[in-house]
C-alpha cells in the first residue's frame, strides 16, 4: 500500500501541474471560450471535489458544468480543493488508508461494468484522484496543442526534477516557463 506521506507528495504534484495547466490555459487567448476545454477541465475539478466531499462526509453535488460561465469561473472554483485536500491529507495515519471507501456512485459504476464493484479503500480512492486527475490533463494538454498552444511539460517526475515547485496559479506571476 501507498504510505500517507507518498500520497501527500502526489497530491502536491497535482496541485502544481493543474495550476501549471491553467496558466497555459490563461495564456492561450482562444481557449478560454472552448468547448472541449470547459467540459473537461470541469469533469476534472468536479470528480476531485466530488471525492473531497465522499471524504469529508458532505453530501456529493459537484455543480453542473454549466453553472461556470468561463474558465475561469472553473479555476477559481477549483482551487478550494486543494486547501481541503491537504488539511484532510494532514489528518491521516497510514492506517486510515486501510478503512473501506464505498463511493455514493459505486452503483452507476456497476451498472457500467454490468458487475459488482470490488471493494475499495480510502488509500486506493485517494490515489484514483491523482490517476483521474492525470488522464484529465493530458487530454486538456492535447486540446492546448490542437489550439496551437505547446502544453506544459507536467509530469511527476519533472517536477521532482524541478525540485517540488509549489504551484503558481496566478498568469500575471509566471515569469517565463514553469
Sequence with gaps: MIPVDFLRDLYR???????TVWRAIEGA?????DDYLHST????????????DFWSGKPVMP?????????????????????????FLTSLEDSDLQRAAV??????????LDRDANPTTLGETLFQVTAHSAYHRGQVNRRLRELGVEPPLVDYIVWLW??????IWELDRVGGAS
Design 63 to 87: 455543480p453542473d458544468a454549466a453553472e461556470f460561465a468561463t474558465l475561469e469561473d472553473i479555476c477559481n472554483w477549483s482551487r478550494s480543493f486543494y486547501v481541503e485536500a491537504g488539511v
Design 29 to 33: 487567448g482562444g481557449g478560454l471560450s
Design 13 to 19: 504534484h497535482m496541485e502544481w501541474a493543474d495550476a
Design 103 to 112: 463511493v455514493p456512485w459505486v452503483r452507476y459504476i456497476e451498472r457500467l
Design 41 to 52: 477541465i470541469h469533469h476534472l475539478h468536479a470528480t476531485q471535489r466530488a471525492f473531497m
Design 162 to 167: 524541478r525540485n517540488r515547485p509549489a504551484p
